[in-house]
């Protein structure tokens, strides 16, 4: 279907449409309409801003960036007004910010909810775009940006039956609210950083919780413990401080990053920092606040494993389940972070169920079947199955750039971008958190990039050009700078969803850029000071 055969107009609805009113959508409206005068027009199927907060409610859910950078930096007085009494912030508190924050910078008026976007495709002949919605209207605007959320596209494992199921049944990433717990018997499918914070929080509530586990995980503390109003206040007395430290750091944390060798100190020192670690806590401060080899370096991250295996032999107390829960192979997922989880096994009314050995087979009215023959009889199944990351939004929109061309066709051999925030062939259109950008916290990341669309914007307006887009050789540097810096990386040699391993059928493709926040931004800087070499700038045809 062409979305523009009826509309001959070449003035646009808007400056620009944003998809999406997350962390990076509310920016983008922001930078756009408040500090470049645009005229802007937000669409998000939510009722309410949010995006992965607003429908990720479950029990447990946490984010693992300390509570002072899990926000924006981009203005000074926001950030001297934020209060916060916890050293890691929740899912209600984050939901309370990003409402806190659209109301201060009057962002609903520039936002119509409950409207998803179901198609974009871009006009040649305009150059424009022409967005449909599910409420039945079209509308133009000159530049896209979507700000779809790097874990959106919710993922269900083809289980045959699931539809028979009588009970409840739902999945993390769409959780209602007020759900009833007490009593029942409840399955949660899947064991990564959602199914560890669900399975910690349901334990106490439930009458059995039967943890349903493909992959044991190598998690540490979470460490959230109160923070006084002292601390709060020298927090905000340093942010300027904090800030350039996580613009310059590798992952974007609050934390020190390491800079010595797993093998440069002796084994009491190594263990003695390990255990500092995990008294701390954070999942990226172990991995990379301990030692800047254990991501790198096959040796040091088993001397890493090993630690993490010692504590969970020394938490679960009955061993079968302790040897269950006890990863073998490298420690190079995404780092994860707990609030008890190993302790839960020890809990009579949790039990777990070792998928690798007996895999679920179906599921029936009444619960799980496994390959054993065991029913698991269930009132309620919870998916904590996690997404098709990063790109599995842009897949599932009916979104086509030049000659209509669709993104679900130009990414069929693996999701490309060019630092997150273009692809070839779709001018105008610029991704947050899309394909090859920052492995790191999100929210300075999304800072970078929308400040770096926000620029290509301005230069595009101030120079009057019809349409902007980066090269396909430009993008393939780039793809190949990101596979070079993850040659190194022990994350290429496990299957996660970092590499779209979860997803059956995805092909295996690298979708981050591995070299760091303070890179990336140098990265960025560089593009912006020489003009963006790589790029095409298409000036408007003049007329007579």
Known sequence: MNL???LPNATPDFD???IGAGFAGLYALRKLRDEQGLNVQLFDKASGVGGTWYWNRYPGALSDSETQVYCYSFDKDLLQERDFDSSYVNQPNILAYLNHVADRFDLRRSIQFNTGVTASHFDEARNLWVVNT???TTHTARFLVTALGLLSTINYPNIPGRESFKGELYHTGRYPQDVSYAGKRVGVIGTGSTGLQLNTALAPQVGHLTVFQRSPQYSVPVGNRPVSKERVAEIKKNYDQIWEHVFSSMTGFAFTESK??????SPEEREAIYE????????FNYMFGTFNDIAVDADANEEACKFIRRKIAETVKDPETARKLTPTDLYARRPLCDSGYYEIFNRSNVSLVDCKATPITEIRPNGIV??????????MIIFATGFDAVDGNYKVMDLRGRNGETMKDHWQDGATGFMGTMTAGFPNMFMVLGPHGPFSN???AIEMQVDMIGDIVAKATRDN???VEVSAEAEAGWVAHCDELSTGSLFSQVESWIFGANIPGKKRTLVFYFGGVGQYRQEAAKLITNGYPGFVMTKPVATA
């Open 4 to 6: 523009s055969a009826k």
């Open 370 to 379: 496994t390959a054993d023959g065991t029913l698991h009889e269930l009132d």
């Open 134 to 136: 599910d409420q039945g």
């Open 442 to 444: 999100l929210p300075p």
């Open 16 to 18: 620009a449409i944003v």
């Open 260 to 265: 010595i060798g797993t093998f440069s100190v």
């Open 465 to 467: 050009l019809a349409a």
């Open 276 to 283: 500092r670690a995990w008294q701390q806590g954070g999942g």
